[in-house]
């Protein structure tokens, strides 16, 4: 069964820069497929947040980037605020599923 | 303003049935694939189905193929689930979503998600 391997969760102080990382495999992500990002505020629906790896949608501030490499990417959120803590996942189009395909998830924590 | 809101969650028991609708409004819903999401309580997201614009492809993750069945209605600007013989582990918030479809040489597949709507809540229950 194919997974993307988020950790369950990271934290840092205000101000501060962190990084979540998504490892996925040669049905997703390594085939070539793009990886995107959604964060989920405590009780409201998904929001996405970047696309086609590294692309913010209208509205989402430059303090969020994503890259991508190899079988893995990375979210990157610089300059962390309280209004960040949120559950944030990576999701790839994945060829044994034949749809797409979420990670786990990764709980952030603004200390 | 873009918006989807779905309805007809709550409670069933197991082995019942549900029709979940989701109203689509401010875009030009006959132009987009559409799937559902759905979140089982303090759990990740996972997805569940997607149908093409015009109905001609639809995909269903292995846990429901054969017990779910997704459809739309143009016309109607809305989008359905059909969710029979329930089981305790279908029990998740549903969401709606917009997707948006990437190509690999000739084929077409679901590539992420744009638009989500607030989610209505399932509860496969005895």
């Known amino acids: 069964q194919s997974v993307l391997t988020q950790p369950p969760s990271v934290s840092g102080a205000p101000g501060q820069r962190v990084t979540i990382s998504c490892t996925g495999s040669?049905?997703?992500?390594?085939?070539?497929?793009?990886v995107h990002w959604y964060q989920q505020l405590p009780g409201i629906a998904p929001k996405l947040l970047i696309y086609?790896?590294?692309n913010r949608p209208s509205g989402v501030p430059d303090r969020f980037s994503g890259s991508k490499s190899g079988t893995s990417a990375s979210l990157a959120i610089t300059g962390l605020q309280a209004d960040d803590e949120a559950d944030y996942y990576c999701?790839?189009?994945?060829?044994?599923?034949?749809?797409?395909?979420f990670g786990g998830g990764t709980k952030l924590t603004v200390l | 303003e873009v918006q989807l809101v779905e309805s007809g969650g709550g409670l069933v028991q197991p082995g019942g049935s549900l029709r979940l609708s989701c109203a689509a409004s401010?875009?030009?819903?006959?132009?987009?694939?559409m799937s559902w999401v759905r979140q089982a309580p303090g759990k990740g997201l996972e997805w569940v189905a997607n149908?093409?614009?015009?109905?001609?492809?639809?995909d269903y993750v292995n846990s429901v193929r054969g017990r779910f069945t997704i459809s739309r209605d143009n016309a109607r600007n809305s989008l359905y689930l059909q969710m029979n013989s329930l089981r305790a582990e279908d029990t998740a918030v549903y969401y709606c979503?917009?997707?948006?479809?990437?190509?690999?040489?000739?084929?077409?597949?679901?590539?992420?998600?744009?638009?989500w709507g607030q989610g209505t809540t399932v509860t496969v229950s005895s």
């Open positions: 401010g875009f030009t819903f006959r132009r987009y694939w």
């Open positions: 999701q790839s189009y994945d060829t044994s599923l034949s749809g797409p395909l």
């Open positions: 086609g790896n590294n």
């Open positions: 979503v917009r997707a948006i479809a990437g190509y690999w040489g000739s084929s077409r597949y679901i590539d992420y998600m744009d638009v």
């Open positions: 040669s049905s997703n992500i390594g085939a070539g497929y793009d």
């Open positions: 149908i093409q614009q015009d109905e001609s492809e639809k």
